[in-house]
């Protein structure tokens, strides 16, 4: 019924409402270190747990030794797979309806995966007893890269599983194959690129970690951990340990960082809750660095072949993919989709193309499990950048400008709401105005002019200029298509307004430092005319929040933020008939004000009345037939997704020495539809852009030929410093989410599902003139000296 915010209107009622830069209110605990972390949990006597991971890729266990360790002083407990069989704990469900052992039963499958815990009443003397249990194992021959997987000879991973003769998991497919051939049977130009993207690690800040307490005289079992989702982690505790519901509680403190690696729950966790329960102590897993790179959930790890078929002045007519996906050595994508590759059919992109068709094949290998959206939602980041890489291809082929070719093929602004030729619908979108303000900001002709320059001059720094022009598809989602263990996709917000004027919002997602004490506040403060310092934010707590299905993909403002507004019109209704009430009027006459926050009777705007007095009147002076009190609830189940998108342009220098990749300018414009905090989204914007050069430039998790992960610490898996991040130029467009209460869309995934293909695209564009189409991420120096090289390019 409320039209909302209305966009770029909105900001400056000054009470720290919808587009007003309020400062994020968990910055003073964070930044005076009073922040509450997992590690920074203590119990009375709380007994400390160390995983015992094995050193092999594959291997059989043939015996587990653990009476060194529970020798030692201070040594508690050393629990194998036999000990958690006894409670029915030994295996635990994927996400994907896979088993995972908890503790290895058999067979090890993956460098580092768990095999016994040792209880200590210390972290160190638990680490001590670790190293002192003697497992013997029968070393296999592993398999790390999904096509040997494939291959026939290779050695079964999975033997465990009735009827699985191979490593092959699933095969899926999406769109009109039929239709897509013939339109590239009768194409003038066809392109193909092949290109990986590499496994990748989220890599949050905060390892994971629990602190599980079992109270035996309440039959409760309390568990603080990492989640990005702990209402939806709750279920599966309940589920798995056979512990009623109600008697879980998973509180999820503050938490440093999850870009998708916290929705897996993983064996630490249970283990953890197993040892609590059987010896009546609190127990606390806290990984290890190198522990969390080696054995949580990876990310991507997609090989990607695309096609194009496009007429000869460059309009795309269709696009093919095949991929080659390595899940690991259990199926366990965390992705709450009813697809088997998440939401990668929407490969299409921001463009209008007639005929789609994509194919995946999923192979088990000796490699640690995952497939988690890192920050991305589901595998739209592959898909973002396998059609970004292959319009610049299409683009080179047809010696067209990469800002032409986009513009001739853009979704038109407006054929919204627009179906995809894979199903999807974009709710809104204006492609062709984002691409425009990037290119002026970026100053493109100029560098154009740069780029030819210095050719012509030979120059020793050759330049390259990169566009993307995403499209993203974030807030899981309509219950329809998205749901974890059967429970659909909804999320919640619970407002109690307090007799004094102030409020409480409980929301069921959980934030991971992207600011929601602040902006869902801020939501509030615009539906009900309130001032943000007078609303605080809880969640994290399944005791006391509405039942959510936590944060990732970007889903917080699309799902939980449309809760919160409608939760907050339910709030302002009831206010309506207290106004009425108060001011003696009837309740069709009073209005409600969105400039001035205020409730007055029709035409005669001095009788008003704050929601501040109107709280007063809900507890002291509530309408006869009312109920006293100033709440509501709501439980969303978003009617679509949203599509946020952006235009990002990045111009490198290559050194034609060294390899070396410099950034010379770095554009990005975002459109999120209506913007709660613009300064939050910078935030959001800077950290996924810092995360996108990571991925294209250092970041991978590999492995040695036995399975060794060569990539598994900071040694070996590069984060980004601040050396490595240029400044940004950042902007916005703002094209509201129709279906959207306040009309906005995510945005904090964006920039590290938009900017890879922009700095690849800019890399490759630097040494296309000689032929080069092509250049594998991550992009080292060696990388980028190889492909100069090859092309002759090299001084
Ligand atoms: O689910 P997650 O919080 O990771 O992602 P999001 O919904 O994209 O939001 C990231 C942060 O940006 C949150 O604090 C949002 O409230 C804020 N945001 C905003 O201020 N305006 C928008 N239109 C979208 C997000």
Request: glycine share 8%.
């Amino acid at each position: 019924e409320d039209d909302g915010p209305q966009p770029e209107k909105h900001c400056g009622h000054g009470r720290g409402g919808m587009g007003e830069e309020v400062s994020r209110k968990e910055d003073k605990r964070f930044i005076t270190g009073r922040g509450n972390y997992v590690d920074d949990i203590k119990k009375p006597d709380m007994l400390h747990c160390e995983i015992v991971r094995s050193p092999h890729a594959h291997a059989r266990v043939k015996d587990i030794d653990g009476s060194r360790a529970e020798a030692m002083d201070d040594v508690v407990a050393v629990l194998t797979a036999e000990d958690l069989l006894e409670h029915d704990l030994a295996t635990m469900p994927t996400l994907m309806d896979d088993t995972q052992d908890v503790l290895v039963n058999e067979k090890v499958k993956f460098q580092s995966q768990e095999v016994a815990a040792v209880i200590a009443t210390d972290r160190y003397t638990a680490k001590d007893g670790a190293e002192k249990v003697e497992v013997d194992y029968e070393v296999l021959d592993p398999v790390v890269d999904a096509q040997d997987a494939l291959d026939a000879e290779a050695p079964l991973i999975r033997d465990e599983l009735d009827d699985q003769e191979d490593n092959h998991i699933f095969d899926w497919e999406t769109g009109d194959k039929d239709a897509t051939e013939a339109v590239f049977d009768a194409a003038d130009v066809t392109i193909e690129e092949d290109m990986n993207y590499q496994r990748l690690h989220p890599a949050p800040i905060e390892t994971c970690g629990a602190v599980a307490d079992w109270d035996p005289g309440m039959d409760k079992m309390t568990v603080h951990m990492t989640s990005q989702a702990p209402h939806a982690h709750r279920t599966l505790f309940s589920q798995v340990s056979g512990i009623p519901e109600h008697k879980v509680r998973i509180v999820s403190p503050d938490v440093g960082g999850g870009f998708g690696n916290k929705v897996p729950i993983y064996p630490g966790y249970v283990v953890a809750a197993a040892a609590s329960f059987v010896l009546e102590q609190p127990v606390k897993w806290v990984e290890e660095r190198s522990e969390n790179i080696q054995s949580t959930g990876f990310a991507r790890d997609y090989d990607m072949t695309g096609e194009l078929a496009a007429t000869e002045d460059g309009v795309i007519e269709g696009v093919k993919v095949d991929v080659l996906a390595n899940h690991g050595a259990y199926n366990a994508a965390a992705q709450p989709t009813k697809f088997p590759a998440g939401f990668f059919n929407i490969f299409t992109g921001s463009y209008d193309i007639e005929a789609a068709y994509g194919s995946l094949t999923a192979a088990f290998t000796n490699t640690a499990p995952g497939g988690v959206a890192y920050r991305c939602s589901f595998r739209v980041t592959e898909a973002v950048y396998l059609i970004e890489r292959l319009v610049n291809v299409l683009a080179d082929e047809l010696d067209v400008d990469p800002a032409e070719i986009r513009r001739r093929n853009f979704i038109p602004s407006d054929a919204f709401p627009y179906e995809s030729a894979t199903g999807w619908n974009y709710d809104s979108g204006d492609y062709e105005k984002a691409l425009d303000k990037a290119l002026e900001m970026a100053d493109y002709e100029h560098y154009r002019e740069e780029q030819q320059r210095r050719i012509e001059n030979d120059a020793d720094k050759l330049l390259g200029i990169g566009i993307s022009s995403f499209t993203e598809i974030v807030g899981a989602g309509p219950g329809e298509q998205c749901d974890i263990a059967g429970i659909e996709m909804f999320d919640s917000a619970d407002i109690r307004v307090n007799p004094t004027g102030n409020a409480v919002l409980r929301i069921g997602v959980q934030t991971q430092g992207q600011g929601h004490e602040t902006t869902f506040a801020q939501i509030v403060a615009e539906e009900l005319g309130m001032d943000v310092d007078n609303i605080s934010v809880e969640h994290g707590d399944t005791d006391t929040e509405p039942y959510g299905l936590g944060t990732y993909g970007s889903r917080s403002t699309p799902v939980a933020g449309a809760a919160t507004a409608v939760a907050a019109r339910k709030v302002r209704d009831k206010a309506k008939s207290i106004a009425a009430n108060e001011l003696e009027a009837a309740e069709e006459d009073i209005e409600w004000d969105r400039e001035s926050g205020e409730f007055h009777v029709a035409g005669a705007p001095d009788r008003s009345i704050t929601i501040t007095e109107i709280a007063a009147g809900a507890y002291m002076n509530h309408p006869g037939g009312e109920e006293p009190g100033l709440e509501a609830t709501n439980y969303y189940d978003p009617p679509e997704m949203t599509y946020p998108f952006g235009s990002y342009i990045v111009v490198v220098e290559v050194d034609r020495e060294t390899g070396e990749v410099d950034f010379e300018k770095f554009v990005a414009v975002d459109d999120c539809g209506n913007r709660i905090n613009p300064m939050i989204i910078e935030g959001q914007i800077h950290g996924g852009l810092a995360q996108g050069i990571a991925t294209a430039m250092l970041e991978e998790v590999t492995y040695d030929d036995n399975g060794n992960v060569t990539g598994g610490d900071f040694m070996n898996y590069l984060l980004p410093t601040a050396n490595e991040i240029p400044n940004f130029d950042t902007g916005h467009t703002v094209t509201p989410s129709p279906h959207h209460p306040i009309g906005a869309k995510g945005v904090g995934e964006s920039p590290t599902v938009g900017s890879p293909p922009a700095i690849v695209n800019a890399v490759v564009d630097a040494m296309n003139h000689a032929g080069v189409s092509h250049v594998e991420m991550p992009m080292t120096p060696d990388v980028v000296w190889a492909a100069l090289d090859d092309a002759g390019l090299a001084h």
